[in-house]
């Protein structure tokens, strides 16, 4: 068996100093807000480069609670990709704004931002980009677009811990970031979490209150708000591991180059999603590759029945989702999404597989496109 990311490999990995944080936390009891989420916030914040995180519970937290520090709520449009998880546009829901998808990208599969602007109307507040399968969005781009129309961005960092655009951080270079510590992402704790990295003074302080009631001092509420903290077991485990996510990244990219240059022979059957001129760092949250003819479930299918722990990501677009449609407007044709749900496919990667199961994963793909083609 070769899962598409190997999470228990890690925790054997990294056993005794896991175990250790997790004990220092139950033995102290400062099980909420305690030592190790203010240690994480501190670490990650300059890891990402920014002045401030702040922990909570979960990467759809952060999304809503930045969205509602920055003033979006009903009658307001949030522009996002109809390309990327749900959880991007549940965020907007959560704040009882509209989310409006746009198209992305054929080449990188991310936002497009001349899709971006056609979008915008007089109700638009947000533009937010998705830094998609671990590669930023086209920042430059987008910033210009938002800078003109006096719109703000968030960037959906979840796929994104330690990847750069034009050698800058995903996570700093607007107004603010949500990451996700889903434990299947790239920095994951084990359970749920999350953070919002900014620059914006204002703007922590505001999100610090929101994910604690409204409050920064005990039993005192200036505004209304919500439960969700960063846990800190989970600020614990995420503080050791952080030290060695650099090292996971590079061994994600070396695995991608391995599959890169396995599969660049194979093409027309198979092409992947190219890496853009401006990704400088590419995080490599997901390996995706295309398969245009049409066979892609059987492929899958004949990956599964080998072992092979392949994805999809995503197989049902966001406007063809049923909890959707309640919020569609003219917002229904997003011709490259769909041919994208239709044609990828996730192969296994994380900075804890070997060289022999690359191996046999190009070597099972191999295998499952000869037969697809019989
Ligand atoms: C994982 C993910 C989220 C949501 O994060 P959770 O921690 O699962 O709430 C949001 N956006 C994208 C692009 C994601 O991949």
Known sequence: MIPLVNVSRQYQRLAPDIDTAIKDVCVRGDF????????????????VGVRHCIGVASGTDALHLILR??????????????????????????????????????QTATIDPAAVTRAITSRTKVVMPVHLYGQPADMDALLAIAREHGLRIVEDAAQAHGAAYRGRSCGSMAAAAGFSFYPGKNLGAYGDGG???????GL????????????????????????????????????????????????????????GEAIGSWRPAVTAIRQASWTTRHAYHLFVIRIPSGDRDRVVRAMQARGIGVGIHYPIAIHQQEA???????QRDFPVTERLAGEVLSLPICGDIVDAEVATVIDELRRALDSADE
């Not at 909420?32 to 990650?44: N, P």
């Open 32 to 47: 909420i807000l305690g030592r190790a989420v203010t240690h994480f916030e501190r670490a990650f914040a300059d890891y």
């Open 69 to 106: 520090a920055l003033g979006v709520g009903p009658g307001d449009e949030v522009i996002l990709p109809a390309n990327t998880f749900i959880a991007t546009a549940q965020a907007v829901w959560c704040c009882g704004a509209d989310p409006i998808l746009v198209d992305c990208d054929e």
């Open 195 to 201: 953070a919002v990295t900014t620059n914006d003074d």
């Open 204 to 259: 922590a302080g505001h999100i610090r209150e929101l994910r604690n009631w409204g409050s920064t001092v005990r039993y005192v509420h200036e505004r209304m708000g919500f439960n969700s903290r960063l846990d800190t077991l989970q600020a614990a485990v995420l503080g050791v591991k952080l030290t060695h996510l650099d090292a996971w990244n590079g061994r994600r990219n070396a695995v991608a180059a391995r599959y």
């Open 324 to 330: 959707f449609r309640p919020l569609l407007r003219a």
